[in-house]
């Protein structure tokens, strides 16, 4: 996941840099410098973590929908406890972990800062187990 996301920065390092080689203004985003405060932002209802389920994990291994499966149990579970909003869970195409077998899940909270782990789970055996993962970033 580090390495992803070191090559994806790489990449808009480059792109910026072309950017701002033809126009006068330097990139807002070039030593981590913040982004330009004329762009919108908003406080999401999903305070205390965002859940993504990869989609292609169980379509590469068997064209079985073990991730919608997963994502949906997620969302009646969360909703069943009253948690649906505080959380969400949301499918996500592929995250470049691709595990022989079980799906890719990160859960991201407001105060991971970016260190969120890649969780492998087996969709018959870990639910539970996921799900208690989830709660602790509300406590």
Known sequence: MNKLI???KALLQRILKR???NSEQPSPLINSRPLDTSIKSVSPR???GLVLVCSQCANEQSGST?????ENWLKSRLKFEGLWGEFRVVSTSCLG???RMGITVVIVSNGSAGNSPCLIVNP???CE???SRI???KE
């Open 6 to 8: 070191q090559r994806i």
């Open 19 to 21: 950017f701002s080689s």
């Open 46 to 48: 999903w305070e205390s």
């Open 66 to 70: 073990a991730s919608e499966e997963l």
């Open 97 to 99: 972990v691709c595990p």
């Open 124 to 126: 018959q055996s870990d």
């Open 129 to 131: 187990l996921l799900y």
């Open 135 to 137: 709660k602790q970033n």
